[in-house]
């Protein structure tokens, strides 16, 4: 059995699978995300108790909204309870076995490369979540890329490119992550809805950008323009570095047909010309897949450990 934990701001979630990656069982509990010590007590309960209910032991995969740094600390600005703990070594300290810990991002993209996934066996690809932020992860030759500093594919905290950021007239925001001007600040969700209101909407959601799209709104046809420049532009940078032959895209964003139909050509006018562009794909797992990748990233590291 492998279990894959998701450790998110509001919830987070277990789920145990068999050696075929059929979820067996899964729950979720409130995320005590300012007492990390309480979080470090959940987690460990949630493993004991997947253990009772059945009977044995799986291995062990984490998944985080976050980075950890190069001193062992967690950058999360969802789980502000866990900044003074060293992260793998308290958990080292609360869970009874050895276990990965990876970023949700991160854990996206092994899944949807994985068994079942929207680009099952694919080895170059890479995973773009478009939620409430923009995450990434990347698999290079089937391996996951993680970097000498474990935070390889953070294509949101890329800068706005200047000549856009002028065409528009864009205001250059303070980003979460202490930057200037990161890109997750104008292609998430959240950015999707600035943009909006700064060409004249009213929009508090996506959801509402996307209604008053439909209905033609000027404000949002221009918006929809403007992400979408942005959008394909990011991912052009990120085939630049990487040459994936598949895009997955996750999260809130992935949605809307309009946005997926329209990015290859976004990302085609943003490359060299006759430059391969990779496909495009939707998610096949949604939400289950960074759980489902934190579970993969820890059978794979039991696998290593019990040959
Ligand atoms: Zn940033």
């Not at 062990?60 to 900044?83: E, K, S, T």
């Not at 294509?155 to 925001?173: I, M, S, T």
């Not at 949605?255 to 998610?283: H, K, N, Y």
């Amino acid at each position: 059995m492998h279990y894959g934990i998701d450790v998110g701001g509001t919830k987070t979630e277990i789920a145990i699978y068999d050696r075929q990656w059929v979820c067996l069982d899964r729950w979720r509990e409130p995320t005590p995300s300012d007492d990390g010590a309480a979080l470090l007590a959940m987690l460990s309960e949630m493993v004991r108790e997947a253990d009772r209910r059945q009977g044995g032991r799986g291995s062990l995969g984490l998944g985080f909204p976050g980075v950890v740094d190069d001193r062992g600390y967690l950058i999360a600005a969802n789980l502000p309870g866990l900044r003074s703990f060293v992260l793998e070594a308290a958990l080292a300290t609360s869970l009874d076995r050895p276990f990965v810990i990876e970023n949700d991002s991160r854990c996206f993209v092994v899944s949807e490369t994985g068994p079942g996934g929207a680009a099952e066996g694919v080895v170059h690809a890479f995973g773009a979540i478009l939620g409430t932020g923009a995450g990434g992860g990347a698999m290079v030759a089937g391996r996951l890329l993680a970097g000498s500093g474990r935070f390889a594919g953070e294509w949101g905290h890329l800068p706005l490119p200047a000549a856009a950021a002028r065409r528009y007239d864009l205001p250059l925001l303070r980003c979460g992550c202490g930057l200037e001007a990161c890109l997750e600040t104008y292609i998430a969700g959240p950015g999707l809805v600035r943009l909006h209101r700064h060409f004249g909407g009213e929009s508090a959601t996506a959801e509402a950008w996307h209604q008053a799209w439909l209905a033609d709104e000027r404000a949002a046809q221009q918006a929809h323009r403007c992400h979408l420049e942005l959008l394909g532009g990011a991912l052009a940078n990120v085939v630049k570095l990487l040459s994936p032959s598949v895009i997955i895209v996750g999260g809130g964003l992935s949605t809307l047909d309009e946005l997926m139909e329209a990015l290859p050509a976004s990302i085609a006018e943003q490359l060299f010309p006759g430059v391969e562009v990779p496909a495009v794909v939707r998610s096949r797992l949604g939400d289950a897949s960074g759980v489902r990748g934190a579970a993969m990233l820890g059978a794979e590291a039991s696998r290593r450990v019990h040959v």
